[in-house]
């Protein structure tokens, strides 16, 4: 299993940027791919981003973010971050990182506890 904290949230105006940064723990880091996710109140979790586990070389991002988000990871630190640029309000939610696998074709979570998560706030 994976054991995560997010930071770097926080409040900018329209068209800033953020990075996040999950600090991940768990011997299975290397082989687990990672997702980040992000609630906007009173909407469900949706998938923003995903990276494939160390020996691969993939992305996944959700058309909403194409283009302004990049996701990465440091192995050796055990991080995964979230560039996040040209932001709109629509981009406000709480994030999370999240271990994640592919089902039927599908990226989900895994079935592990949730971090915190962190605050991202986009003022117009």
């Known amino acids: 299993q994976v054991q995560v904290a997010e930071s770097g949230g926080g409040l900018v105006q329209a068209g800033g940027s953020l990075r996040l940064s999950c600090a991940a723990s768990g011997r299975t880091f290397l082989s687990a791919a990672m997702g980040w996710f992000r609630q906007a109140p009173g909407k469900q979790r949706e998938l923003v981003a995903a990276i494939s586990r160390s020996i691969e070389d993939r992305t996944y991002y959700a058309d909403s973010v194409k283009g302004r988000f990049t996701i990465s990871r440091d192995n050796a630190q055990k991080i995964v971050y979230l560039q996040m640029n040209t932001l709109k309000p629509e981009d406000t939610a709480v994030y999370y990182c999240?271990?994640?696998?592919?089902?039927?074709?599908?990226?989900?979570?895994?079935?592990?506890?949730w971090g915190q998560g962190t605050q991202v706030t986009v003022s117009s």
């Open positions: 999240h271990e994640v696998v592919r089902a039927s074709g599908t990226i989900i979570p895994t079935k592990t506890a």
